[in-house]
């Protein structure tokens, strides 16, 4: 499986916009780009996935390196709510779905 | 409604019983998938499975035993239970794997004692 690196945790002013980095130097050319994130006491709940271009949707923004090596998930404005953990995974089409450690992002009001 | 349920959401067993956690989704997806997360630590998976009657191990297998009989169920079951398994278990659902969105259960938090 291909695997990802992502800070430990990341803290953030309410109101500020959020870049979660992730790195993916052995991604292939058919692994999606997946983001999860969990809050506390929940499952994990689907933010944004991309395959080659930047996508946008109303949670969050994914931005995709040109080599596809690094991706980045941009929160515009944080807010309280979205203190979690941030889970980058690659999927390949048709294979299984698995965590690495993600970024404990803590936003400060 | 729509969705995916775990059951029970709570679940007190004793070391060596076995206990069985019942995940149901109503999308029909073909893959299902089942977690366990221990205190402080990411997801680890379990089993999964591609569609009815098709399972897979994935990285923490072992004394575990899953079945998909059904599309819509995919039940979990601990043969002889031990205390190294109390934890969460989280169960998800995707019509498939790659291109779509997984949607996860709310989770079971099952103790061993």
């Given amino acids: 499986d291909a695997k990802t690196t992502q800070p430990n945790s990341m803290e953030s002013n309410e109101e500020e916009p959020v870049h979660l980095p992730c790195n993916h130097s052995t991604i292939s050319g058919t692994d999606y780009i997946h983001w999860y994130r969990q809050l506390p006491s929940q499952g994990p709940e689907y933010v944004i996935h991309g395959l080659t271009s930047n996508v946008n949707n109303r949670m969050a923004s994914l931005a995709i390196a040109e080599d596809r090596k690094s991706s980045t998930l941009i929160l515009h404005r944080a807010t309280l709510r979205d203190a979690a953990v941030y889970y980058c995974i690659l999927m390949e089409y048709g294979n299984k779905l698995v965590f690495g450690a993600g970024t404990i992002l803590r936003v400060k009001s | ?113």
Wanted: glycine share 8%.
């Fill in chain 2, 1 to 113: 409604d729509a969705g995916i349920t775990q059951s029970p959401r709570y679940k007190i067993t004793e070391t060596g019983r076995q206990v069985t956690l019942m995940c149901h989704q109503t999308w029909s997806h073909s893959y299902m998938f089942w977690y366990r997360q221990d205190l402080g630590h990411g997801l680890r998976l379990i089993y999964y499975s591609a569609a009815a009657d098709i399972t897979d191990k994935g990285e923490v297998p072992d004394g575990y035993v899953v079945s998909r009989s059904k599309t819509e169920n995919f039940p979990l079951t601990l043969e002889s239970a031990t205390r190294s398994q109390t934890s969460v278990y989280f169960c998800a659902s995707s019509e498939r794997v790659g291109g779509t969105e997984a949607f996860f259960g709310q989770g079971t938090r099952l103790t061993v004692v």
